[in-house]
């Protein structure tokens, strides 16, 4: 990976973006038709920042927060962070940080304090937010609570083909392994329950360090992680996973010097949109805005 950086500093990030269409990548078979939102394309930002990891690969907080806060800002369309943090969240909300704690890449948990500090600098009481993965049902804020934020890193999973934003969902069922068939294509069905539908403010996909390849139940190797130093930030979680399911095909095919398919196929991005409505996959249909370093961006 190259070292030259692009001249959008850190400070930059709330002033700058690059919208473009996103387009290329092709073999993931993402082309289904999604309709979540209103006529137009969804928007999804990438913001990226070498500087989010230090020398030894610990997440810098700092510089995750300034990402964090540009790509908000630029996701609502605002001047500052602040504005855009206020127009996702209001004081009288109560929220749960869908998180996720796979031991081998978890959220980062620097991610979570700032999805915090972020929420109540909005309004919010300290007292109605609350981030949890596995104890969700039966969490008391998340019991009663009228917004969501969802934040979790991209990875290959063995049931899913991907562990993504859609799957990180899976928690706000009684048994998971009812969704698992045909490669957990059913998975935004989990989305349009009474205790989750319409609830989701921000999808939060951490692509700072993924894994891109992996067999077995419960994978992971070193060897297939690499510091790709983003995050993908959206309200549509389909949009968001399709662009992040993109790179981890980019990745793999630069890796293995050949097309490697993440198998199983991740069919349950796609079908996220056309059947249960939540956002859309096509690449026609998705707007990127490009905020930091861009280079190695598989996309």
Partial sequence: MGSKKSGISR?????????????????????????????????????????????????????????????????????DAASAWKRIVSPGDVVGIKTNVWPYLPTPEPLNEILRERLIGAGVRQENVSADDRGVLANPVFRRSTALVNVR??????????????KNYIMFVPIPSNYHDNACERLGAI???????GRTRLNVLVMITPLFHGTGPHHYSPGYVWPYYGLIV??????????????????RRAHF????????NPRHIVVAGSRFGL????????EIIRLGWNEDSLI
Avoid: C, Y
């Fill in 11 to 79: 400070r930059d990030f709330l002033k700058t973006g690059a919208r473009i269409a996103m387009g290329g990548a092709a073999g993931l078979s993402l082309a289904g038709s999604s309709h979540g939102e209103a006529a137009g394309k969804s928007r999804v930002v990438m913001v990226r920042d070498k500087g989010v990891l230090d020398g030894q690969d610990r997440i810098r907080p700092a510089a995750l927060g300034e990402m964090l806060d540009g790509a908000v800002a630029a996701l609502m369309d605002e001047r």
């Fill in 153 to 166: 890193p991209m990875r290959t999973h063995h049931w899913a083909g991907l562990g993504s934003l859609i």
């Fill in 191 to 197: 989305w349009n329950l009474s205790h989750v539908k």
């Fill in 234 to 251: 959206s309200k549509d979680p389909v949009a968001a996973d399709a662009t992040g399911a993109r790179i981890i095909e980019a990745k």
């Fill in 257 to 264: 010097g050949e097309d490697r398919p993440i198998s199983p």
């Fill in 279 to 286: 956002g859309r996959s096509r690449p026609e249909e998705i």
